[in-house]
């Protein structure tokens, strides 16, 4: 039975939960914005103020809209205030365990009737919903970062996701004014399956010294229109998430293609996660990002 959205749920207050809170709330819908401390939900709040204020600099949103927008976003330090969600969208840390947790922790405090989501770049969408209680209504919903800026939404069925879920995920999509493709449920999806593994080629032509972070990242700006090289990408996206998709790749499709660059490996273990550490391929401490290599 089909139930209304109005009020979403978001775990995970990172680069992605903090984008799909933003355009879920300036949207209008009610959203409750779930991660693990007050500090995280402060700072994803003060980002999503920024992000918003930077629309009303560019007349995308005018000022009371981004006020009642902000207002429309209400910390929640426990799941217990998703109790009244209508839908919950999970974006947490690409660690299969970690997502798996959260929905054994959230679902006893949902209404039966709510939808679940992930916002997964990668992870089967049949094997994560197998570990809640509501498989027919569990959806991959793939936003694409930074989500107030990108048009697309991968939408994944698992084998067990109702036709009814689907609708509605596809209603709530178009009323975010996003465009939906449609993905089957194999390891990262359309968009991962493709872009990741060209990412990790790059990093692949660092390491073996094919060229250099900047002449690598040049290349591809300017000899293939790319709007940010694939390194300076990698750092957006997060070197964690990066080698999370390429293992699952790696893993999911037996392939020694998909097989992580030692270097990817080396920046992640070292702690060097991209943008959100402020160092990965670019060191970005100092007044402009510099090539760490
Ligand atoms: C990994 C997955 O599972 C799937 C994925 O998401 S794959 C990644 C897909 N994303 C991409 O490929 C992004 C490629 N990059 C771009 O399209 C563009 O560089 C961009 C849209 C990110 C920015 O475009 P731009 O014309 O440079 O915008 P501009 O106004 O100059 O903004 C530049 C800055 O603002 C950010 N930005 C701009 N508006 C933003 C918003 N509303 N919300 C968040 N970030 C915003 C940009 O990321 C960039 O960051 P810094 O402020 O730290 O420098
Ligand atoms: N980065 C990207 O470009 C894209 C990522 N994705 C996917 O979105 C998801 C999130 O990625 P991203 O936003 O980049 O990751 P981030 O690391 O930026 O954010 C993840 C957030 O989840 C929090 N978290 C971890 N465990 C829990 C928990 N048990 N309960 C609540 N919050 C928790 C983390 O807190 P803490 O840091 O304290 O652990 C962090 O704040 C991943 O599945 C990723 O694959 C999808 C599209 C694009």
Redesign the pocket.
Known sequence: MAIAIRKVGVIGAGQMGN?IA?VCAASGFDVRLNDLSEERLNSALATING?LA??VARGQLDEADRQASIARIVPALSFNDLSECDLVIEAATEHEETKRKIFSDVCPVLRPDALLASNT??ISITRLAASTDRPERFIGM?F???????QLVELIRGIATEDTTFEQAKDFIRALNKTITIAEDFPAFI??RI??PMVNEAIYTLYEGVGSVDSIDTAMRLGANH??GPLQ?AD??GLD?CLS?MQVLHEGLADSKYRPCPLLVKYVEAGWLG?KTQRGFYDYRGEKPLPTR
């Not at 694409?144 to 990108?150: C, R």
Request: proline content about 11%.
């Open positions: 984008g933003h992000n930077r629309q770049s990668s793939h694409m970062n930074p989500v107030p800026m990108m968009v991962n872009l990741l709007p940010m990408l957006f996206i998430v998709v943008r």
